[in-house]
Every structure is written in structure tokens, then in C-alpha cells.
């Protein structure tokens, strides 16, 4: 069995989880719904409940650096069921944010932001798409950002404003991921 | 006729055309109109993509995208589950939380638009239940499907979390299903049948086989049940199935369930050609649309 050394713990973490979005993280009483229900865990060694316990308790080095907050497809299965309102998903996007901030973001999540942030989309056009398009009568790209570049410059200004580009490590000269 | 500003998301138009085609061409005739929401972007994806860094961002691209279609004054329609699970959210609470909202108002004045909180946000699902209507899908399929067994997805962010969707049960939701039924379909039960697919929160990218081997126990079900399509109403989820099913088989294993959006077979029964419809796929479907297509009606 594994001993956790409380005084290792930072005691305000907690407060800084709530503070990025996952409020009610104190009314968990452990019961275990979450990860019972949850399609992730059927499958790896990813447990809802022991994220709830780690982060209550301020175990911060067990939460912020691990692959599990980032393996949550966000399903809500757990927000929905758990009798204590603790809204588990909205906890682990807290995690998400604060971990993101000490760079443990995985590649693929940061590169869906940079896309966003490129293109105004999550995935680029593709020329064999663009074909098929226009080949049902559609215009090659959308009337979206795909085509409308100035949309593009208003998700810059909010990027800009908001530091996305900083936590997602994003250069603007070469409009690209650093790394 | 019914209006509605038509919100395409990333995916959709992107990888999958010819489910939005068939979405603009089903519902021209069953007395829909959809109008395009010039400069749209990115929802911006309810796990994937700001909102794992910044509240106040995500709330954002999804108040300027709402924002084009009060312009309009349209409610909006959306057709995937995470477009469906960004805009609600954002929409909602900002409704709810006027400080909130103020913040978000601030970042837009810098591009000259609003927010001010007119429009409803309905997935596709919802106005094929409530302004089409399943009467109107019986008369048009005829009773032609009966005999196919039908595996239905709705996608988590089209049901959950309930306290923003407040659409279907989401334990035991009805809306999918009734429409396939309306096909003279079977819609199959599984105890599988409501998980996620796999594909959210960044893990279809983030970890392909683990991603996969979600998604793959919804296939083993359908298979020992003698499935003959799934059929799904969010091109993420689609993809999930569609791509997926092609990585499990290049890994081995192959379950071959054809995968449709609920408005391509919709249109192969309202007698739209399949090269305008369903021509997009890496899991074969020519078979199953044969045998759609050869099927007559059999009750008016
Ligand atoms: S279901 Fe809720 S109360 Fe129960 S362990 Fe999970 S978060 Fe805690
Ligand atoms: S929202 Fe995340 S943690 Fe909760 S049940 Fe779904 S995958 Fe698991």
C-alpha cells in the first residue's frame, strides 16, 4: 500500500482548482460513482474518484504531471450521476488549465488550439475535400473562417487577450507550436 | 416555413461533406430553410480545444459565433454533439451570469459585434423531432427498412450535461431512436449503446489506442447483435467510427459495421443520388446501400 505523505501537500491547491473552474470539488464524499461510470476507466488504470482525493488533498505532483486529466473524453457521464454535485468533469478541466500553465500539455491538445488559432478551425481544408466539395455542388471551402480570413483575425485578438498563444507555447512569427 | 442559421462547425464541412449535404438537401424538402452564418469558426470544441486553458476565451468564439446568427435573427442549428455541447454551455451561462457576460461583450466591442443572449441553440435531432416530426419521416420511408437492425449514437455533448441540454433523458433517451424506428428499422438495445465513442476531450489524438479500445466495445456489441449500420448524429463521433474501424483493421480486426449520419440514409429514402449524399468513407457501405436502395414500401 502506498503512504501519502501530507506534508508534501499543498493546502492551497484546492483553492486554486476551484478558482479555475471545478467549484464544488469539496463536496466529494469518495463514493466512487464517477469512476465506476466512467468509459475510460474500464480500460486503463484512470480512476475519477482518486483525482477527486488527490486534488482535495492538495496532492498537487500526483495530479498536474500525469496523463490522466488529460484522458478524459469530457462524456459528462460523471457530472450527471454523482450524487454530491461535484461536477468531476469540470474539475478535471481545472486540472487541465492549471497543468497546461506548467507546460504538461500533451502535444495533440495544444496543436487543436494552435489550429484554431491559424485557421479559425480545429482541422485544416484539404485540397481532396475541397474537390468533393465542389464536385456536390458546394463551394470548395465553407462560408466559415475557411473562408473568411477576417474571422480569423477576430479569434487572434481573443487569443491574444486571453494568453492562449502563452500557455499553448505558440510562436506568432513563424505561426506555429514551438518545440 | 422554419428558419434556422445553420452552424457547421470543423468537421462536418471539413471532412465529411456529404453528411452536410445531405443535411441541406433532406431538410430543403421537408420545409426547413438553413441560412449560412458567414465567418463561423470553431465551436471552440468542449474538450479539445480553449476551453482546456481559458474560461473566459472559450466563452468567447462561441459568443461571436452566436452572435452571427442573432444577426440574422435566427435561432441556431447545429449537427454535431460538440458544436451542440460548446454553444449551449456558452450560451446558457451567459444568459444566467450578466457579469460574465460583460466580459465576453468587452473582448467582442474590440471586432464591433454583440452578444446579447436572443438565440436558442438546437441540435439537428431536436428539429428533426419537433419541426419535422416522426409522423413525417414514417409516411416518407414507408415502412422500407424493416427487417434492419439499427445500432444508434447520439454523442455524449447532445445529451449531457443534462442541466445544459434539458433535451432527452440521457440514460434512456428516445429522440434517435423514434426517428429510426420511423424508418420501420429496429433500433438494437445494448448495454453498450450509451457510451461515449471515445473520440472527446482531446483523446482521440491524445492516445489513439486507448481512444480505440473505447470505441471498439460499442463494435463487438453490435457485431454478436447482428447490426447492420450505426447510425450516428455528430460527424466527430462519425469519424470516430468511420476512420477507427479502418485502424482496427489494420490492426487485425475487423467488424466492418457500416457507419451512417441519420440524414444520409434519410436521403437515400427521399431518393437523393448516393454520390451527393454518402460517398464519403473508410468502413465500406456499398452493400447496405444496395440493399436500402432496393427495398420497397411496403405500409402508407
Ligand atoms: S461521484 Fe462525486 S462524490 Fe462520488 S467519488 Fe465521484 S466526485 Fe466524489
Ligand atoms: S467526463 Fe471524463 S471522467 Fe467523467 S465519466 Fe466521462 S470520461 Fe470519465
Known amino acids: 500500500m502506498e503512504v501519502i505523505e501530507l506534508k508534501n501537500a499543498d493546502s492551497d491547491f484546492p483553492d486554486l482548482v476551484k478558482k479555475f473552474g471545478g467549484l464544488n470539488l469539496s463536496a466529494c464524499y469518495q463514493c466512487g460513482t464517477c469512476s465506476s461510470d466512467c468509459p475510460v476507466s474500464t480500460e486503463f488504470f484512470y480512476r475519477v474518484r482518486r483525482i477527486m482525493r488527490r486534488t482535495a488533498l492538495g496532492l498537487k505532483d500526483k495530479v498536474l504531471p500525469e496523463k490522466d486529466i488529460w484522458c478524459c473524453t469530457t462524456c459528462f457521464t460523471c457530472f450527471d450521476r454523482c450524487p454530491q454535485e461535484v461536477n468531476p468533469t469540470d474539475v478535471i478541466v481545472a486540472l487541465r488549465r492549471i497543468s497546461a500553465r506548467e507546460g504538461y ?75 | 416555413m422554419i ?46 480545444g480553449f476551453k482546456n486553458f481559458d474560461e473566459l476565451a472559450a466563452l468567447t468564439v462561441s459568443a461571436r459565433n452566436i452572435s452571427i446568427a442573432e444577426e440574422l435573427g435566427l435561432d441556431v442549428m447545429t449537427f454535431c454533439g460538440g458544436c451542440q455541447g460548446s454553444l449551449n454551455w456558452a450560451n446558457k451561462l451567459l444568459q444566467s451570469d450578466p457579469e460574465r457576460k460583460d466580459r465576453v461583450n468587452e473582448l467582442l466591442a474590440d471586432m464591433d459585434r454583440e452578444y446579447k443572449g436572443t438565440a436558442k441553440i438546437k441540435h439537428l435531432v ?37 442541466k445544459v441540454e434539458e433535451l432527452d433523458d440521457p440514460e434512456m433517451p428516445r429522440m434517435l431512436d423514434d426517428l429510426v424506428e420511423a424508418w420501420g428499422a429496429e433500433s438494437l438495445e445494448f448495454t453498450e449503446k450509451h457510451t461515449c465513442c471515445g473520440a472527446g476531450g482531446g483523446l482521440f489524438a491524445n492516445d489513439r489506442d486507448l481512444s480505440l479500445s473505447i470505441m471498439r466495445k460499442k463494435m463487438v456489441q453490435i457485431k454478436e447483435l447482428g447490426g447492420d449500420m450505426l447510425v450516428d448524429i ?67
Request: hydrophobic share 40%; glycine share 8%; charged share 25%.
Open chain 2, 126 to 162: 431536436e428539429v428533426m423531432n419537433e419541426d419535422v416530426g416522426v409522423d413525417h419521416i414514417r409516411e416518407i420511408a414507408a415502412g422500407r427498412l424493416e427487417g434492419f437492425k439499427v445500432a444508434v449514437h447520439y454523442g455524449c455533448h447532445v445529451l449531457r450535461p443534462y
Open chain 1, 105 to 179: 500539455t500533451p502535444q495533440a491538445s495544444r496543436n487543436t488550439s494552435a489550429n484554431i488559432t491559424k485557421l479559425g478551425h480545429a482541422v485544416p481544408s484539404l485540397e481532396d475535400i475541397e474537390k468533393k466539395r465542389e464536385g456536390i455542388g458546394l463551394p470548395a471551402r465553407p462560408p466559415t473562417a475557411a473562408s473568411h480570413p477576417e474571422a480569423i483575425d477576430e479569434i487572434q485578438k481573443i487569443v491574444k487577450k486571453r494568453g492562449i498563444a502563452e500557455i499553448i507555447r505558440f510562436n506568432w512569427d513563424k505561426m506555429e507550436l514551438e518545440e
Open chain 2, 234 to 300: 455528430c460527424p466527430f463521433c462519425h469519424m470516430q467510427f468511420d476512420l477507427g474501424q479502418m485502424q482496427l483493421r489494420e490492426k487485425g480486426e475487423d467488424f466492418s459495421i457500416p457507419v451512417f449520419y441519420y440524414n444520409q440514409v434519410l436521403a437515400l429514402l427521399m431518393g437523393f443520388d448516393r454520390d451527393q449524399v454518402a460517398f464519403i468513407e473508410n468502413t465500406p457501405r456499398d452493400k447496405i446501400i444496395e440493399r436500402i436502395l432496393s427495398t420497397k414500401m411496403i405500409e402508407v
Open chain 2, 3 to 48: 428558419s434556422y442559421a445553420f452552424y457547421l462547425g470543423c468537421v462536418g464541412p471539413l471532412r465529411y461533406p456529404d453528411i452536410e449535404n445531405s443535411i441541406r438537401l433532406t431538410l430543403a424538402e421537408l420545409g426547413v430553410e438553413l441560412l449560412d452564418m458567414e465567418g463561423a469558426t470553431c465551436c471552440p470544441a468542449p474538450g479539445a
